[in-house]
Structures are given as structure tokens and as C-alpha cells.
């Protein structure tokens, strides 16, 4: 079975740019995650969707991110314009019951993202 | 104050040692447990899920202390392909079913 497939796996932007960053759940699954991680922070929730709808995006640092899940098998996270500090590990990750009751989440591969 | 908290290590140990981590977590609506292992340069991955009467899985042993917060895992005659991060993991029950990731603790095991 096809895992949380993610896009780009690796992207080197300039500052100022716009970074879009994508998402292919696993088929069936109807809870979607976005999660950053980096030496200073750790992970991060930045937001999840339920049944493709946002449930709480108080994760996203500032009005410069901005996720879209279109349909049940594809998201987006967008940054713009993009900053050095925004410069991390991006984690796509989806869940058939939102984690709970002891069921796993799983983490695609993550998309690298540097920012200078 | 993080919701979880970890001791970053490294822990480093050698093969067949026994070793323990520890985490603490604050918020008392938590109602799920993890722990995930992160190898280097990889994503997360669920190692186990911790039960309130403990559990097993092979070498590896997970308790819950819900009274004092806190979370463990035992790794027994730890090899070298141990080495790892875990992350420890909670979830809380409440508006919002999110999953809240402590920093790691590292692991390096030795020949």
C-alpha cells in the first residue's frame, strides 16, 4: 500500500519567494495533518483537516502560511512570501480516526525545505 | 512550560544495556499515549502505544502514571539498531483531537 506520499522532498528557495508544498494522504483516511520540525522547536501541529475541512489551523505561525485540501486526496501548504526562518522539515501525516484511541498516524517521508 | 517534556540525552549506552526514558506531560485531559521512534533524516514512526496497565512488545515496556503524569519506555538488551530518537506523545481528548509531540530523547548504542 502507497503511504502519505509528499512533493517536493527537497527545495531550495530565495527569500521572498512563494513555496507551495504537497500532500497525498493515504486512500481512506480522513484526517490530515501538517506538522514542521526543526532542532529548536521539535514537532510542530501546524493544522489539521477533517474530512477535508480545516478543524485548527492555531498552529500556523503567521497569515504567511495557508493550507488547502481541495479533496480527500490532496492538501497543500503554502508560504508566501517565504522567510530564512521558515526554513524546516515539513511533515504531511494522515489518520483514518484523527490519533485517537490508540491508532497510529502516519508520517510521509517530509518535505526539506531551506530558505536563504 | 512544554505540554511534553523530554530529557533531550543522548543517552549513550552500550549493546545489551538496559535503558529508560522518561516523559512528562501537564495537560490532564491527555487520554492517549505514544511513543514514536525518528531515525536520523526520517519521518516519525509509531514504535508502541501505552495502555494505562502497561504493556510489552518484545524487548520494549511501556507505562502510564496517570497520577503523576508521566510516561516511560524500557528498552531491554538495546542493539545497535536502537539508535534512534523517541519521541513521546500525547493526546488530548478535548475539542480537538490533536496529537502533541515532545522534543526526543536520542539514543546511541554502542558495540
Known amino acids: 500500500d502507497a503511504g502519505v506520499i509528499q512533493s517536493p522532498r527537497h527545495e531550495v528557495t530565495e527569500m521572498g519567494q512563494e513555496v507551495t508544498l504537497r500532500c497525498k494522504p493515504i486512500s481512506g483516511h480522513d484526517y490530515l495533518f501538517w506538522y514542521r520540525q526543526t532542532m529548536m522547536r521539535g514537532l510542530e501541529l501546524l493544522i489539521y483537516?477533517?474530512?477535508?475541512?480545516?478543524?485548527?489551523d492555531s498552529g500556523m505561525p503567521e497569515d504567511r502560511f495557508s493550507a488547502k485540501m481541495p479533496n480527500a486526496s490532496f492538501s497543500t501548504l503554502k508560504i508566501q512570501p517565504s522567510e530564512p526562518r521558515d526554513s524546516a522539515v515539513y511533515f504531511c501525516?494522515?489518520?483514518?480516526?484523527?490519533?485517537?484511541?490508540?491508532?497510529?498516524?502516519?508520517f510521509g517521508e517530509g518535505s526539506w525545505l531551506t530558505v536563504v | 512550560r512544554k505540554e511534553v517534556e523530554q530529557d533531550p540525552g543522548p543517552f549513550n549506552v552500550p549493546e545489551g544495556a538496559t535503558v529508560a526514558f522518561n516523559c512528562t506531560y501537564s495537560?490532564?485531559?491527555?487520554?492517549?499515549f505514544f511513543w514514536y521512534r525518528q531515525d536520523c533524516r526520517k519521518e516519525p514512526k509509531l514504535l508502541m502505544s501505552?495502555?494505562?496497565s502497561g504493556n510489552e512488545d518484545g524487548r520494549f515496556t511501556a507505562q502510564l502514571n496517570r497520577a503523576s503524569q508521566y510516561i516511560s519506555l524500557l528498552i531491554r538488551d538495546s542493539k545497535l539498531s536502537d539508535s534512534a530518537t523517541y519521541l513521546c506523545?500525547?493526546?488530548?481528548?478535548?475539542?480537538?483531537?490533536?496529537?502533541?509531540f515532545g522534543s526526543g530523547t536520542r539514543l546511541l548504542v554502542r558495540p
Open positions: 501505552v495502555y494505562s
Open positions: 506523545v500525547v493526546n488530548r481528548m478535548d475539542s480537538s483531537y490533536k496529537l502533541i
Open positions: 483537516f477533517n474530512n477535508n475541512v480545516p478543524i485548527d
Open positions: 495537560n490532564s485531559a491527555s487520554q492517549s
Open positions: 501525516a494522515s489518520s483514518k480516526t484523527g490519533g485517537r484511541g490508540g491508532n497510529t498516524i502516519y
